[in-house]
């Protein structure tokens, strides 16, 4: 399997999260294009993300959509 680029490969809310993730401008773009201007990443946050079960951008960005609205 060819290591996923967070740098410069086109992400999408299919895009699975890797092992290999990383909060690239490239993620920030994308996440602020799927959530708004207001996003921001924060440490809980990024655990989250990182915490190694199965996910997809798609629910990355659901995640912080719901964690937003909570507040």
Do not use: L
């Not at 890797?18 to 809980?44: E, I, L, P, W």
């Not at 079960?53 to 507040?71: H, Y």
């Amino acid at each position: 399997m060819v290591k996923f680029d967070w740098h410069s490969n086109p992400i999408t809310r299919d895009t699975p999260v890797t092992a290999s993730y990383k909060s690239t401008q490239n993620v920030r773009r994308f996440m602020t294009a799927q959530c708004g201007k207001d996003f921001k990443f924060d440490v809980s946050f990024m655990q989250w993300i990182r915490d190694g079960t199965g996910k997809t951008m798609g629910d990355v960005a659901d995640e912080w959509m719901r964690r937003k609205a909570g507040k």
